[in-house]
């Protein structure tokens, strides 16, 4: 029969999508099934006549589907050192998977030929993946002295894909020496003193780099390369033996100026020493005065700072935020003050000691913080508070005849900004009235509508209870590039 309406029903763990599709001449009609990003599972196919209730299964098929994570590793080791990187695979809900494994092999490499010096061996064959599981597959590395910065390619490879692959895994490579490297918090120490007082800062040193720091010495030091004067003590020790890859240490240095020290800004320098890594010195000031008055000043940013404004100048700061400043001890000692148009406040003549600040302006969320008002110093605080991107409005609608409201929500929200913007839509669903058995259909539409990639998402339906269930037909994904939407049927 030529020129008939079907009903092509393909169905996948109870969800149901529905295709009109008409006969040719000879009575035959294809169809094209495009299904969502990472769907997968055995599916049903049913062909109806739009009259008739009968429901037979004419066919089946099955969508396999493994998700590789991560799919590019840029990786930075030292040369001679093994190193160990697993890759996460997560079967969809098709078939089981047969002998998954990594390789390693010539043909797949950018050169098509295995790099001198690199030696990478992948782990053991995984011998079944069952559906809806994942599990890590490892490989190893290390590079000699005659390996090159380049590109590597793992295949992800089962017996249900060989000779081709699931996917590949790129790896940026590149190789260095072990070497330790210094960061220290904050770059240097800037402080102030009234006479006859003392006040303590600290530093904070870390080891980020591929090697132990050894046999670490610190001591204080005048810019002439002369002694300090006994009013500036280093309270942690001089020798300071080995700090390990990753690790932090405090150093803590005291100033405790007498009235024979003249006032005025006062520079020396904590210097830092070790066997395999090269000197560094810390600027230290400090301050001294007779009075106990300092200030701060306020430089508050936002995502929009040091993008361009209409007239394509860069924006230098957030104006109009109001800031609102409270001595911890004193609570009556209130200050405040409104950003400019650089986006800065500053805070002049302050008694020395503990506050606490808030800063709040339109369309971003308010942030609080503490801080240090030392006698002669001004010191600098860089507040960057984040803009509501999406905003949930609602209106309550009142009919007239029958005592019910409806809540209407209405999602707002920004576009083409520099930063990952998510929105659900529909924003909310009224179920209708259901009994035992029945079952609501419906799609959540996520849409990223920033210029930013947006990563770690988390997708939640609500919880279940002894009256009803709710149920996904693919896994939320757990990033969305920017304009991107996907669509997440749910039951």
């Given at each position: 029969?030529?020129?008939?309406?079907?009903?092509?029903?393909?169905?996948?763990?109870?969800?149901?999508?529905?295709y009109e599709v008409f006969t040719e001449q000879d009575g035959s009609f294809s169809h094209t099934f495009q299904p969502l990003s990472g769907e997968s599972g055995a599916y049903k196919v049913r062909a109806m006549h739009p009259a008739l209730l009968d429901r037979p299964i004419h066919g089946r098929f099955i969508i396999n589907r493994l998700r590789i994570n991560p799919s590019t590793i840029n990786m930075n080791?030292?040369?001679?050192?093994?190193?160990?990187?697993?890759?996460?695979?997560?079967?969809?809900d098709g078939d089981p998977v047969s002998n998954l494994r990594l390789v390693f092999a010539a043909e797949d490499q950018p050169e098509g030929v295995l790099p001198e010096g690199v030696h990478l061996t992948p782990g053991s064959t995984v011998a079944s993946l069952a559906p809806g599981k994942s599990v890590n597959l490892p490989f190893t590395i290390w590079a000699d002295n005659f390996a090159e910065n380049g590109t590597l390619v793992l295949k992800v490879i089962s017996d249900e894909t060989a000779p081709d692959a699931w996917g590949a895994v790129r790896i940026n490579a590149q190789y260095s020496e072990a070497r330790p490297a210094l960061f220290f918090t904050p770059s240097f120490i800037e402080s102030g003193v009234a006479r006859n007082n003392i006040v303590t800062e600290t530093v904070t040193l870390e080891n980020k780099g591929l090697a132990d720091m050894r046999n670490i010495q610190l001591s204080l030091?005048?810019?002439?390369?002369?002694?300090?004067?006994?009013?500036?003590?280093?309270?942690?020790?001089?020798?300071q033996g080995t700090l390990a890859v990753g690790e932090r240490r405090e150093i803590r240095v005291s100033f405790s100026p007498t009235d024979s020290v003249a006032e005025g800004y006062h520079h020396y320098y904590l210097k830092f020493s070790a066997a395999n890594h090269p000197d560094r010195s810390i600027n230290m000031f400090a301050s001294v005065t007779q009075?106990?008055?300092?200030?701060?000043?306020?430089?508050?940013?936002?995502?929009?700072?040091?993008?361009?404004?209409?007239?394509?100048?860069?924006?230098?700061?957030?104006?109009?935020?109001?800031?609102?400043?409270?001595?911890?001890?004193?609570?009556?000692?209130?200050?405040?003050?409104?950003?400019?148009?650089?986006?800065?406040?500053?805070?002049s003549d302050l008694p020395a000691g503990?506050?606490?600040?808030r800063i709040r302006a339109q369309n971003h969320q308010?942030?609080?913080?503490?801080?240090?008002v030392r006698p002669g110093v001004t010191a600098s605080q860089e507040v960057l508070l984040d803009y509501n991107l999406v905003t949930v409005e609602w209106e309550v609608a009142e009919t007239t005849i029958e005592d019910k409201y409806e809540i209407v929500l209405s999602a707002v929200y920004e576009t083409d900004v520099p930063a990952a913007v998510v929105v659900i839509a529909p924003v909310s669903v009224t179920l209708p009235d259901m009994k035992p058995g029945d079952v609501f259909n419906g799609e959540s539409v996520l849409t990223n509508h920033g210029l930013v990639r947006a990563v770690e998402l988390v997708y939640t339906l609500p919880e279940e209870d002894q009256f009803f269930r709710y149920e996904l037909l693919t896994p939320a994904p757990d990033s969305l590039e920017a304009k991107q939407s996907v669509t997440l049927p749910y039951r």
């Open positions: 029969m030529a020129s008939v309406p079907l009903d092509l029903v393909i169905t996948l763990k109870g969800f149901e999508r529905k080791i030292p040369r001679n050192y093994p190193k160990t990187i697993r890759v996460n695979i997560a079967a969809g030091s005048a810019p002439d390369g002369g002694a300090v004067p006994t009013w500036i003590q280093l309270n942690s020790a001089e020798s009075s106990g008055v300092g200030g701060v000043l306020f430089k508050v940013s936002d995502i929009y700072t040091g993008t361009l404004d209409n007239d394509n100048n860069p924006i230098p700061g957030l104006a109009g935020a109001r800031i609102r400043l409270q001595n911890e001890r004193v609570l009556t000692e209130e200050y405040n003050k409104t950003t400019d148009s650089l986006g800065e406040a500053v805070f503990r506050y606490k600040y308010s942030r609080t913080g503490r801080f240090w």
